[in-house]
Every structure is written in structure tokens, then in C-alpha cells.
């Protein structure tokens, strides 16, 4: 059975010649546009997506290869089905929380990283030259450390990240079924939780040798975004609080910043944008909360809080 030729199809699906596929391999690191996002924690987030021809090459790779890659049942981000509340609902039956974060996620899994993965976990299917061509189409170009990584904002970063982390995900589980934690990530959030109030303690210097046990990535954590909780103190997991009554809700803050906004709106005090931003997050608390909207409707009037539902991602 002959190997996966990634520029003889590539070739074929674009109609390019395959010169001017392996030209475009060579550019795609390159060919990316720039720009940043406010961090909701302070600072800046860098964006980098991909050329229109990198970007298509990128979807056509995640169907036709990345969607065959393991994936831990673990990692709650990026898959069917996958979204914040599930995954806070993963940890709302135990008392007590762990949370660690890594410091530059995608662009700590680097082109190499990928090499070594796809060449394991595709074995026999795809050329050597072809792993190494579709590794290199699917990252940036890091101006400052000049090396080739996972850029947040490639339609492929999301999956390949996922699954990069299986095996770092199947230890990381292991190790935690056996003493009763839960553990999930949620792309760079690792959330364990327990009711054994000791248990915490030992988890980060397993993750830290976990991180240096596996051949790639070569990952740190962000050791300001560390935080043990209990009932005693706020259960936040990815942006959502966890009661003590072991419920997920939206907290109490972003309650009143939704309630006050409706105000507002009621009184035509708000602008398109933050009609928008309101449209937005009560959509997001329609999936987490329900029961808030209910109380919303009965505050504010059914009539309000449909519209409101209904125009969510329409232009006012």
C-alpha cells in the first residue's frame, strides 16, 4: 500500500501544480495576519490566523487526517458536544478544587512536536516528507524565538493541541483514578477535584514530572494561575461558579452585570456593541442557567428576554 502523498493531493484539491504547493508549504509559516485581543485578566492575547489557501489547506487536513488523532476523554474543549458548563459539571460533586495553567499553551507546541506526534500516531500511513510538510503548514512563525509553533487563531490549532496532549492526558488520569480525583482540561486549564481533603497536595509535583517524563511538548505552568479551593471559598472552573449546594451557575457578579444591562436596555441606554455583548451573554446564560433567564422573563417581561434570545448574533 503506497504512503499518503500530502503535495500530490494538495495538488489535486487546489489544482496547483505541485511547485507551486511545495511554495506555498514553504510560505504558510509566514502568511499569517496579527492582531490582539484584551485579555478579560489584564494585558493582550496575540491572534494569528492564516492565509486564505493556509486555512483551507488547514480544514482539509482536520477532515481528512486530524479528526483520526487521539483524543483523551479528558480534554473537554474542542470536541462535539464539549463546553464550559460540562466541564464544571464534571467537578461539581466534590468539596475540594485544584487548578493549574500553562504559560504560552499553543505556542509551546512546536513544529517538531508535531513531527514526533503525527509520525507516531500515523505510522504507516503517511511519507516522512509529508508529515513533515503538514506539521509546518499548520503553524506560525513566532517573531520573537523565530521557531515555528500552534498559533490560537488557526482552524487547526484546536485539535492538534488535543490531541499532542493525549499521552500527558492518559497519565495525568491514571494516576488520578487511582486516588479518587477528577480530572479534566479544558485546552491550557487543568481542573482536579476531590473530596479528600489531602489529596491536593500532591498533584502538582506529579504534573511537573509528568512534564518532563513525556517526550513532547515541552510544557511550563503558569504558577500565578494556581489555586486549591474549597467550599470554604469560591468554586470558580472555567469562568462558572460550582454552589455549595454542588450546582453550576453563572455567580452572583455576573448576574447583576446581566440584570443591570436588561435595565438599561429597557431604557435605551446601551449601544449596538453592548446590545450585542448583552445578546451574547444571555444566550450564554440561557445554556447555563436557565433558571436566571426565567427569572429574568418574570422581572423584565417574557416579550423583552425572547427578543433579546431571538436577535443573538443578528445585526441590530
Known amino acids: 500500500m503506497s504512503l499518503y502523498d500530502f503535495r500530490k493531493h494538495m495538488s489535486e484539491m487546489l489544482s496547483l501544480s505541485e511547485h507551486d504547493v511545495a511554495r506555498l508549504i514553504v ?73 493549574f495553567d500553562f504559560s504560552s499553551f499553543f505556542g509551546s507546541i512546536t513544529e517538531s512536536d508535531l513531527v514526533k506526534h503525527l509520525s507516531y500516531v500515523l505510522s504507516g500511513k503517511l511519507s516522512v516528507q509529508s508529515i513533515k510538510d503538514i506539521a509546518r503548514v499548520s503553524c506560525v512563525r513566532d517573531r520573537i524565538t523565530t521557531r515555528l509553533a500552534l498559533s490560537i487563531g488557526a482552524p487547526s490549532s484546536p485539535v492538534l493541541s488535543n490531541s499532542i496532549m493525549y499521552y500527558f492526558d492518559l497519565a495525568v488520569n491514571s494516576w488520578c483514578l487511582e486516588r479518587n480525583i477528577v480530572y479534566s482540561r479544558y485546552a491550557d486549564d487543568l481542573t482536579f477535584s476531590t473530596n479528600d481533603k489531602g489529596a491536593t497536595s500532591e498533584i502538582e509535583r506529579f504534573i511537573l514530572e509528568t512534564l518532563e517524563s513525556i517526550p513532547y511538548p515541552r510544557l511550563q505552568l503558569n504558577n500565578e494561575k494556581t489555586v486549591y479551593a474549597s467550599k470554604k471559598k469560591q468554586r470558580r472552573i472555567t469562568g462558572l461558579i460550582i454552589s455549595n449546594d454542588n450546582q453550576v451557575s453563572l455567580g ?12 438599561r436596555y429597557t431604557h435605551h441606554e446601551l449601544d449596538e456593541k453592548s446590545i450585542l455583548h448583552l445578546q451574547g451573554l444571555m444566550g450564554f446564560a440561557q445554556d447555563v442557567e436557565p433558571l436566571f433567564v426565567a427569572k429574568m422573563r418574570g422581572k423584565y417581561t417574557g416579550r423583552l428576554i425572547s427578543d433579546l434570545l431571538r436577535q443573538r448574533g443578528k445585526k441590530i
Request: proline share 6%; hydrophobic share 35%; net charge positive.
Open 252 to 263: 452572583r457578579d455576573k448576574k447583576r452585570l446581566i440584570s443591570a444591562m436588561i435595565h
Open 27 to 99: 510560505r504558510a509559516p509566514y502568511a499569517y495576519k496579527r492582531y490582539f485581543i484584551p485579555k478579560k485578566s489584564g494585558g493582550v492575547r496575540p491572534i494569528a490566523q492564516p492565509a486564505k489557501e493556509t486555512k483551507v489547506i488547514q480544514g482539509l487536513l482536520v477532515e481528512d487526517w486530524f479528526s483520526q488523532l487521539p483524543v483523551h476523554e479528558c480534554a473537554a474543549a474542542y470536541r462535539q458536544g464539549s463546553s464550559i458548563k460540562a466541564n464544571a459539571e464534571r467537578h461539581k460533586q466534590n468539596s475540594y478544587i485544584a487548578k
